[in-house]
């Protein structure tokens, strides 16, 4: 950050657009393009976990898929969705088994929502090579009564681990949600009677 004139706040320093052409021109480094990928597959396997939910909407619903896709389409946020599946789920399911299930694969589906929310809504900071070094995340947070803007996190091994670990974790939840499916429609069919 430069100094900003008295009164006025502090503006990032303005990149050196013509240097960052240069490198770019060069090709990207092989950990810029690990992360891109990373941060394309996380999305990619979230999207599909997310879309699944719609399947379950049906289910706990009692309808068809158009109908629980409209469903899932009005509610504008990812956790809208979430939240109308576990308050569904309440009293859809009598079998808790089931009901603790769906609710344990709604909480780690959240936990990469928020993963993939930091690195969907961030701004990338460069370094003069043209490398991504951090993440700021362009949100808000309050802690204790103090505001803060922009957490900063590194682009380091242990990252990009971290993303590697969630894209695998979503694999492994895609098909427990596929699992549950057929005990979901059975026990939704069997506490609607």
């Given at each position: 950050m430069r100094k900003p004139a008295p009164g006025r706040p502090a503006l990032p320093i303005h990149p050196d657009f013509d240097a960052l052409a240069a490198v770019a021109a060069r090709g990207s480094s092989e950990r810029r393009l690990a992360f891109m990928n990373l941060i394309g597959d996380l999305n990619l396997v979230w999207s599909n976990n997310e879309?699944?939910?719609?399947?379950?909407?049906?289910?706990?619903?009692?309808?068809?898929?158009?109908?629980?896709?409209?469903?899932?389409?009005?509610?504008?946020?990812?956790?809208?969705?979430?939240?109308?599946?576990?308050?569904?789920?309440?009293?859809a399911v009598a079998d808790k088994?089931?009901?603790?299930?769906?609710?344990?694969?709604?909480?780690?589906?959240?936990?990469?929502?928020?993963?993939?929310?930091?690195?969907?809504?961030?701004?990338?900071?460069?370094d003069g090579n043209g490398e991504i070094t951090h993440t700021q995340h362009m949100k808000v947070e309050e802690s204790r009564g103090n505001l803060r803007f922009g957490v900063r996190r590194a682009v380091d091994d242990a990252r990009l681990e971290e993303i590697a670990q969630t894209i695998r974790d979503l694999y492994v939840l895609n098909r427990r949600i596929w699992d549950l499916m057929p005990r979901l429609e059975e026990a939704a069919s069997i506490s609607g009677k």
């Open positions: 879309s699944l939910f719609i399947y379950v909407l049906m289910l706990l619903l009692r309808t068809d898929e158009k109908a629980a896709a409209i469903v899932f389409s009005t509610l504008n946020t990812t956790r809208a969705r979430l939240d109308l599946v576990q308050r569904l789920a309440k009293v088994r089931v009901r603790g299930e769906l609710s344990e694969i709604v909480d780690r589906f959240s936990a990469a929502t928020r993963l993939r929310n930091d690195l969907s809504h961030a701004t990338f900071v460069l």
